[in-house]
């Protein structure tokens, strides 16, 4: 039980870090119309969840990356929040719009990351 605290903590630690580095560092280079820094970062770690949870078998390391790491650096209360912006501005379109992109590309991701996965092993 320990371990599994102190591995979702490091692993969630490094993500937060991640995703932090990744926004300030690829998301102005980007276009304004969306988040897209929110949106990659969220559709990479759909992707990897896929991956990772076919794959690794340990799991302490599955928890580690999946909880900690993956939790850490996906972010949906970024997405929310920015969706939520959009809302209260009237610009419906962009919110509805960004929420099922988000969502399609997340689902997407995570299917791929699986057969992906499967494809591999």
Known sequence: MIAAVLAVGLGGALGA???AWCTDHVGPHLPEQLPWATLGINVVACFA???VAHVVMDS????MICVGF???FSTMSTMCYEAVGYFMKGDYRR???YLA?????ALG?????????????
């Open 70 to 72: 993956l939790g850490g």
């Open 49 to 51: 969840i896929g991956i």
């Open 109 to 121: 991701a995570t299917a791929l990351g699986f057969a992906v996965a499967a494809a591999l092993s």
């Open 95 to 97: 919110c509805f719009g």
């Open 101 to 105: 992109v988000s969502y399609a590309t």
């Open 60 to 63: 302490l390391v599955q928890t």
């Open 17 to 19: 870090v991640t995703r």
